[in-house]
């Protein structure tokens, strides 16, 4: 009715094919969601920041994401803020896994002060884009970054060749620079060093 899926035998074939993929994927999160742990209110002190806030992602003891998507940058970010909170914070709860439709990952439990440095640096960052407007973009420093950490050789020049095709690539949509903020700010930047150490951090 909404126009997302083809008429007739197209429509079913495709909506069979996303059914399947979706329980199957449900068979690999459903033990880790079995048994839903009752929300918990953090409240921490963190480079000059106050962070407070729920935390409604925990199955027994463990800190779980799930999205039947890609991974993005956001999934990523949400994930890891929230184990550095639960770390910081001193509880048991160390432990957190991020499923999405093509990668799982796990992050393992920290000791809660390098939790909290880890904070400390990240509030660092926001406190700067506050005052001006930094190099740090959804899609084209998560590429950066991503393909810094995995690479064999050369992590620089590879991570800078995969952000230059998602902040302005010369095919295609959705790319950082097709953001109307971005674009206001940074129409003829170029990816430089700045854009390297805040991608890393």
């Not at 184990?83 to 920290?110: C, M, N, V, W, Y």
């Not at 064999?152 to 095709?165: D, N, Q, T």
Request: net charge positive; aromatic share 12%; glycine share 8%.
């Amino acid at each position: 009715a909404r126009g997302l899926l083809p008429h007739g035998v197209p429509g079913m074939v495709f909506y069979k094919k996303c059914l399947n993929e979706q329980r199957k994927f449900y068979s690999i999160i459903a033990p880790y969601i079995a048994v839903k742990d009752q929300d918990i209110n953090i409240s921490i002190e963190a480079g000059g920041l106050d962070i407070s806030g729920k935390i409604s992602s925990l199955y027994s003891g463990k800190n779980i994401f799930y999205r039947y998507a890609s991974l993005k940058s956001r999934d990523m970010l949400r994930a890891w803020i929230t184990h550095l909170l639960l770390s910081a914070s001193g509880r048991e709860e160390g432990e957190t896994i991020l499923f999405s439709r093509d990668k799982r990952i796990q992050f393992p439990s920290l000791l809660s002060e390098e939790a909290l440095e880890t904070l400390s640096q990240l509030a660092g960052v926001y406190i700067t884009g506050l005052r001006e407007a930094i190099p740090l973009f959804e899609k084209s420093s998560f590429a950066y970054a991503s393909e810094f950490y995995s690479a064999s050789s050369e992590p620089a020049r590879k991570g800078m060749k995969s952000a230059l095709s998602l902040f302005s690539g010369d095919f295609g949509g959705g790319k950082d620079i097709h953001d109307v903020y971005v674009s206001r700010l940074f129409s003829n930047y170029y990816p430089d060093r700045d854009f390297e150490k805040y991608a890393l951090k």
